[in-house]
Every structure is written in structure tokens, then in C-alpha cells.
């Protein structure tokens, strides 16, 4: 089984030492796969976040796309799955709040066939090692909450960025993504629900990063409003128009 990872990036210079040693490690010692390709998106960065992905990728062999505009992480994830050739695909976030050893764990679903696997921090066998702060945590329940009820889905953690999609369900799901920035999650999942793609959630091990460019008021109100976006392109019919 072959695997492709992508690694959305905006102005990570200051940590990419972290994404880099982890990802190292995982890719020398890993035994999982036949083949892993990664896939580095560079989101707009306005530092060395560039020049620090192409020499990590000289040394590894690591593709690179980047651009010069920021267009958000929905926008990130959905070019870096364009390019995917693995059996299975695989995004995760550069702060490496979940480990790339994590993918062990999906290891199973994958086996089994299912197309859309996600990582869950709230599911039963979870481990959260470092805590948001308890306002982040509400917020993030309360989100969860309304989005299952506007999306008619259970699922248990849409946010948590560590998630895998079959070949079949990326090419299916992503060419329709509409959503940029903040409810991106939400949206690929919606679609593989649209789509009847079976959902696994896996509890993974995650510890929050302290470092975050992510603005608490703006992006809590940009993540309802994406809610109401999703269910208006729905209504539109828009999902479907989408040509693959």
C-alpha cells in the first residue's frame, strides 16, 4: 500500500524545525507502507517557510507547491490532493499536534478498504497530552454541536487535521470543495456523506500547540458562517454541478 501525506503551510518558519524532525524520523523508520510520497503546500508564506521546505525537500525528496497569495487551508489541502498518487492520502498539520506515527493507527480501516478515515480527539481511547485552554474547548464542542445538526451527521471531531482518503473518495470529494478557510473539514465531510463514503473515526493521540495563527473571534465567526455557506451551496445544488 502506497501513501501520500500533504502538509498544508502559512508562515511556519519560526517551528518548521519541529515539522522537519518528526517528519524525518516517521520517514526514515516507518515500515507501514511500500512507498510514501509527501507533499508540501506552501499557503502564501510571507518568511522562510519556502526556502525551508525546498532544503528539506532536497534531502528527502519532498514535492513542493507553493504561491504567492494566501487562499487558506481548505484551498492548501485541495491542491495537495491533486497531486496525490498514493492508494490513500493523508493531511495533517505542520505543528504536529498529531504525530505522523499516528497513521499506524488508521492502519486497519485502510486494510479494510474504508475511504474516508479521520482522526478524532473526542472519541473513546483518545489521549489528549496538552490541553487547549477550557474556552477553546467549549468553543470547539459547541461547534461540533452545530455542525452536526446543520450537516445532519454525528460526526464526533470534524476540526482535529489529521484525515485520510481513499483514491476513489479524494477524487470524488475534493474536485467539489467549495470552502477555502475555516469549515473546510466540514465541508470534505459533508460531501463524503453526499457521496455515501463510510466515515471512520480512530482516536489518536494530540497535544495542543501554544503557537497558533488562528484569530478566536474572526475565524469562530468565519467557521458558522462557512456552516451556512455549505448548506446554501447544497441548496444550489452547487456540489453537484462540480465536474470531477
Not at 518528526?22 to 512507498?35: A, C
Not at 459547541?142 to 454525528?154: C, E, H, L
Not at 470534524?158 to 477524487?171: D, H, I, Q
Request: charged content about 25%.
Amino acid at each position: 500500500m502506497t501513501l501520500s501525506i500533504i502538509i498544508p503551510l502559512f508562515n511556519e518558519e519560526s517551528r518548521f524545525s519541529k515539522t522537519a524532525n518528526y517528519m524525518e524520523e516517521f520517514l526514515i523508520n516507518q515500515k507501514l507502507f511500500e512507498k510514501i510520497d509527501l507533499i508540501f503546500v506552501n499557503d502564501g508564506s510571507t518568511d522562510k517557510t519556502l526556502e525551508n521546505i525546498k532544503n528539506f525537500s532536497m534531502r528527502h525528496n519532498a514535492a513542493v507547491l507553493s504561491y504567492e497569495k494566501n487562499r487558506g487551508k481548505g484551498y492548501a489541502v485541495r491542491a495537495g490532493m491533486s497531486t496525490a498518487k498514493g492508494d490513500y492520502a493523508l493531511f495533517m498539520d505542520a505543528d504536529m499536534s498529531t504525530e505522523p506515527r499516528e497513521i499506524e493507527k488508521f492502519l486497519g480501516a485502510m486494510q479494510g478498504g474504508t475511504p474516508v478515515i479521520i482522526g478524532s480527539r473526542r472519541s473513546k481511547g483518545s489521549n489528549v497530552l496538552v490541553s487547549q485552554p477550557l474556552y477553546r474547548t467549549i468553543m470547539g464542542m459547541v461547534f461540533t454541536a452545530f455542525a452536526n445538526i446543520m450537516m445532519g451527521m454525528r460526526i464526533p471531531d470534524f476540526t482535529c487535521g489529521f484525515k485520510c482518503f481513499s483514491r476513489r473518495a479524494r477524487e470524488e470529494i475534493f474536485p467539489r470543495s467549495l470552502i477555502d478557510r475555516w469549515s473546510f473539514d466540514t465541508e470534505i465531510l459533508f460531501l463524503a456523506k453526499l457521496k455515501g463514503f463510510e466515515i471512520a473515526a480512530v482516536p489518536v493521540t494530540w497535544q495542543n500547540d501554544a503557537v497558533t495563527t488562528v484569530r478566536l473571534g474572526r475565524d469562530t465567526i468565519g467557521s458558522l458562517f462557512d456552516l451556512i455557506r455549505i448548506r446554501w451551496h447544497y441548496a444550489l445544488g452547487r456540489y453537484k454541478k462540480r465536474k470531477l
